[in-house]
DNA sequence: TCACGGCGAGAAAGCGATTTCTCAGCCGAT
DNA sequence: ATCGGCTGAGAAATCGCTTTCTCGCCGTGA
């Protein structure tokens, strides 16, 4: 009963420090219970339908709740529960439209059940990785590291210490579970489709040396070869950005003098970089030169020609990202590890290789 | 000292239930103040540095906080302090660049004043836009609403209640602060550089309806109109994406035959389709009609023809709202409204108005 | 009719920090 | 030499919930 005898907050000193902003603080379970005429035990019990509770006191509890326009204190709530339905996700930088698209389904698939995402952007700085996804992870129930950069090593280290965790696009020792695309299946694929073309020599422009899906894609490169003994691909060091790709282009150029008649693009930005650059120059796609990219953005099918590509599925990644770190939250195990087979998108940027002179 | 006499969490039932995820509670501050032979007063001021302490005390604190590897937890810090360190970000569509771009910016602001961003995505429902902005907003200690698309009295009872809240590119009623663009005054601009290459005759393809970026941007056509007696400027429904720019290609190419010269396209990729389809039907960009976007996303500069657009700062947009909220939160006034002036990025896809036959 | 099991609801014990309260000790001033 | 004020550190209150504990009551079976 004399719970209710709090000491009202009232204005104390009238003439001094007049705060304009006025500090309503917000009904708490107590005040609710004392409308109600119950224990702060019955109105958690109702607001939470963890066990039967007479009619009555539902009714009179849902009344105050009601009248009192109260809300539940979070913040209390994940003390006594040690969860906050948050989940993390780092990613090197929010502007890849990858990332992007594992964030949207992400944050949609989690927020059907509830929970939120919390970004954080390493910025492409490795050694931030360790302390962002710790601390990301302080603030929240389970976390996801996209695609780290970390050596293998610490990267176990990390997931370790960080789980629940599930991991993108990248190969992690320990049993943090992880959601991936088989990049070295969609480079063989597309090897598959340009050699049926009848290309022979074809050339790789690589991204990021720190990027495990670009290794990922040597990897393909190089069973591709093995795969294919009348097909050379040549690799070059390039990038993932429209300006890499846009000044890839000279070395493209002097490579068709060598026989190269395809190009094999990291990824659809490179790839579009590459063919602006190329129409300016006069070159013919696919006349003189098949380009292919890698994940299909939405600009690939609009570009000209349309790109060939292999398409990623983002918003399913983040999705199953979800149903990962759903199980794992709930004390489940996390389900088999699943990889992604990108689908070939054939369109008019890959063509039947060139007769060479 | 008994602190350290934790129940060691064995395998009491070594045949029953031994569960995989072994809970290893991690040390409480008590648990600290115990091995350093203190209170937990003073354990938490030498975290916090609150107040001067003895060397001594504070040598042993950290010592144990190394031991122990103790971390303080933020649920508690939280619920004793009413806040945790993160704001909310919502928005109608995250795969929208603009709103990517916010968001880099805002989240990398923040996070070097320690604070995290949560993500809400309302899937362009109108309707989740309240309900998801107050949860949200009930995880953190504020809020900031990208474009909402609330009508305008719905937006003012949002925004006082899930103060503090910053609202971009939309005005409301209210004191929540606003950062914006200023759309209206980059469509003068452009109308301006297509005057000036003799376009007398214009199109604006329009946005989404209940686009609140794209009514200033009306708002523009209709000042311009009013600035430039000698032009006139057609309006026509169209869209936001790529597909939508695409399929006003057929209307465009009409439009040409009313004398239409100039077209301006609610965003780049509107623009990026019309330029594709243009192309497809062999129509000379700029040479028969000019195209201009809006947004300058990186792709319009590596269209062909580089796209003439308006450059938004996204990402100093999103660290301009982080300096709002930062304000808001420590109780500070939120200072001026700002709005960006997008700046005109001339280039290949506008150029002299065709003489008329 | 009595004992016992079960159920429903209030009392109270946490959750893990911060912050106030309290008090001992020390300094300088009278 | 004594007292007031200041400083620093421990004890305890507090934040707002959930969850266990406890107990009264009711129904059922012997």
Redesign the interface.
């Known amino acids: 009963m004399y719970g209710n005898v709090v000491p009202k907050m009232g204005n104390r000193f009238p003439d001094t420090e007049v705060r304009?902003?006025e500090r309503v603080k917000s009904a708490t379970i107590a005040d609710v219970a004392a409308r109600a005429g119950v224990s702060q035990a019955s109105v958690s019990r109702v607001l939470n339908g963890k066990s039967t509770v007479d009619p009555e006191i539902v009714r009179s509890v849902r009344r105050a709740v009601a009248d009192l326009g109260y809300?539940p204190?979070?913040?209390?709530r994940?003390?006594v529960q040690?969860r906050?339905q948050?989940v993390?996700m780092v990613v090197p930088d929010?502007?890849n439209p990858l990332f992007?698209?594992i964030?949207?389904g992400l944050?949609?698939a989690a927020?059907a059940d509830g929970y939120?995402?919390?970004?954080?952007?390493t910025?492409e700085r490795v050694d931030e990785e360790e302390p962002t996804a710790i601390e990301?992870r302080?603030?929240c129930d389970a976390i996801v590291l996209c695609a780290p950069r970390l050596p293998a090593d610490r990267l176990a280290k990390l997931t370790a210490r960080v789980?629940p965790a599930v991991v993108v696009n990248r190969a992690v020792d320990g049993d943090a579970p992880v959601v991936g695309v088989d990049y070295a299946r969609g480079i063989r694929d597309l090897v598959e489709h340009f050699a049926s073309l009848g290309h022979r020599r074809l050339l790789y422009l690589a991204g990021p040396e720190s990027s495990a899906s670009n290794a990922d894609r040597l990897r393909g490169v190089a069973e591709a070869t093995a795969a294919h003994p009348g097909v050379e691909i040549r690799v070059a060091a390039c990038g993932s950005?429209?300006d890499d790709g846009?000044a890839a282009a000279d070395l493209v150029v002097s490579a068709l003098r060598e026989g190269v008649t395809g190009v094999l693009a990291f990824n659809d930005l490179v790839a579009?970089?590459l063919l602006?650059r190329l129409?300016?120059l006069g070159v013919d796609v696919p006349g003189a030169v098949s380009v292919s990219g890698f994940d299909d953005v939405?600009?690939a099918?609009?570009?000209?020609p349309a790109l060939t590509s292999l398409s990623v599925p983002r918003a399913e990644l983040g999705a199953q990202v979800w149903s990962r770190l759903r199980a794992l939250i709930a004390?489940e195990?996390a389900g088999h590890p699943v990889t992604y087979r990108p689908r070939l998108e054939v369109r008019e940027s890959t063509g039947p290789a060139p007769v060479i002179a």
């Open positions: 304009m902003t809300r204190s979070l913040a209390a994940s003390l040690g906050n948050t993390a929010l502007e992007q698209g964030l949207k944050s949609v927020a939120r995402v919390l970004v954080a952007d910025v990301a302080e603030r789980a950005r429209l846009y579009l970089g602006t129409r300016a939405p600009m099918a609009f570009a000209t004390g195990p």
